[in-house]
């Protein structure tokens, strides 16, 4: 499964790069309104950090505004790829896109029909958001299951990234559903590397290595 990191802060890309487990980048207009910097400034920097996907969102209305707009975020740089939100005017423009094979995240997917005509107008990511759905008292992870059993059914290549991660968990049902990505916030992503038990054997090892006799220098 590919790691997405969620956020457009510069601090957090770069300590979970260095992990090297991130294969991409995924933002959105109120993660970018965070950090307080011009859009493409700061894409330009996200890009230079991570060759892997950097989803950067369109926030045009109707079709052709939205694909002029997709047109110049596409041209900041070869890994940028348009998030577009899934409503119809979105489904039009992706379908223009893609045969322009500028590479669209289909985002806010809520259910797997909507999943289903993104992948008709030929969206190469979809993104179904589990935290929002979780948040009004349905299962997020159901939807992920039965895009990932549509797509299969059909051979569809659309990727899905599984989005609105809120903790580990998700991230652990994600992988079992066989979904592509998941794009998780710096805080959960911190989280899912930790275990106590890890933490104490280390501390263990630690206070044993202390009794190790150490090799006497030579000339002493
Ligand atoms: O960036 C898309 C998605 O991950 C946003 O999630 O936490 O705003 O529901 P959230």
Redesign the pocket.
């Known amino acids: 499964m590919k790691i997405f990191i ?1 956020t457009a802060n510069i601090q957090q890309i770069k300590d979970a790069v260095d992990t090297g487990i991130i294969d991409g980048v ?3 207009p ?2 970018v309104s965070r950090e307080g910097r011009p859009l493409v400034e700061l894409i330009k920097e996200i890009c230079s950090l991570v060759d892997g996907p950097i989803s950067v969102e369109a926030v045009s209305q109707n079709w052709h505004e939205i694909v002029k707009e997709a047109r110049h975020l596409a041209k900041i740089d070869k890994n940028v790829v348009v998030k577009v939100p899934l409503v119809k005017e979105g489904l039009k423009a992706v379908k223009v896109l893609s045969k322009e094979k500028v590479q669209t995240n289909v ?1 806010l997917c809520f259910s797997a029909p909507q999943a289903l005509f993104a992948a008709k107008a030929g969206a190469a990511y979809v ?1 179904p ?1 589990v ?2 759905l979780d948040d009004i008292g349905h299962v997020g992870m159901d939807l992920i299951r039965d895009i990932r059993r549509i797509y299969d059914n059909y051979g569809i290549r659309t990727q899905i990234i599984v ?4 903790n580990p968990l998700h991230v652990i049902e994600a992988a079992m559903a066989g979904a592509d990505c998941a ?1 998780i ?1 710096y805080d959960v992503l911190m989280n899912l590397m930790k275990h106590p038990l890890t933490d104490i054997g280390v501390e263990r090892f630690l206070n044993d290595w202390k009794k190790v006799p150490k090799a006497r220098s030579p000339g002493r």
């Open positions: 969620d995924t933002t959105n109120t993660l985002t993104s958001f935290g929002r989005a609105s991660i809120r794009t916030p």
